[in-house]
């Protein structure tokens, strides 16, 4: 009752706008609690064990694409032929829609969706590594970050060493499972819920984990 969501409202998407510092103070703020939630744990006597959540980088478009600031209408027109050319080759010309898609993020950079395409194209032509360079950026670049960022991920791991707090990385347990490497559908529900299936294996981790650390004792 006391969250108020802006994306619960009509047309909640258009409120959010790229901020740089908006953004780094909500990756500070969440290490914080973090730190600040191990600390009263142990106070209190219990055990903490810290897990990656899992996080859709193949099979979700980003939520919402921004232009980076300063593209001129010039620049704004050549980079929407570029994408509208490659899209058209998508299905019978992708290292030309490749070639199209990396000259439009040479005029914007900032752009998710381009990455995002750009990312599907090297994943269709099993160029996984270069697959998942693109479809990382193109959540790191989303407007509406729904899914775990990379400096929240690199904060949760630093503080489980600086802390000695066992750490469960839930999202590379999954996308060792997927043929490409790359986290997606077959794995996650939607773009960060994992499947039945997928929770099961998470939950097994986690009762390994809990053994090792002493906390229970599974049975045969």
């Not at 919402?64 to 620049?75: A, F, T, W």
């Not at 998508?90 to 969706?113: G, H, K, M, T, V």
């Not at 590379?172 to 299936?197: F, N």
């Amino acid at each position: 009752a006391e969250t108020d969501p802006l994306l619960d409202y009509y047309d909640g998407l258009k409120a959010y706008h790229r901020d740089d510092e908006w953004r780094r103070g909500v990756i500070e703020h969440y290490a914080l609690n973090i730190r600040r939630m191990i600390a009263l744990s142990r106070e209190a006597g219990v055990p903490v064990l810290l897990i990656r959540p899992t996080s859709n980088l193949c099979d979700c478009p980003p939520f919402k694409s921004e232009h980076r600031q300063g593209l001129s209408d010039r620049e704004r027109a050549e980079w929407k032929s570029l994408v509208e050319r490659a899209q058209s080759h998508f299905r019978d010309d992708l290292p030309w829609s490749i070639e199209l898609l990396e000259q439009a993020i040479a005029l914007d950079d900032q752009y998710a969706a381009t990455h995002y395409e750009l990312g599907k194209c090297f994943e269709t032509l099993g160029m996984f590594d270069r697959a998942r360079e693109e479809l990382l950026l193109a959540r790191e670049l989303d407007i509406c970050p729904l899914r775990m960022l990379t400096p929240m991920e690199e904060a949760l791991a630093e503080i489980a060493r600086e802390t000695a707090t066992p750490y469960l990385d839930a999202h590379d347990l999954l996308e060792r499972l997927t043929p490409s490497g790359i986290l997606g559908d077959s794995q996650l529900a939607d773009h960060v819920h994992p499947t039945i299936p997928a929770h099961q294996k998470i939950t097994g981790a986690i009762m390994e984990e809990m053994q090792r650390q002493g906390w229970v004792a599974l049975g045969d």
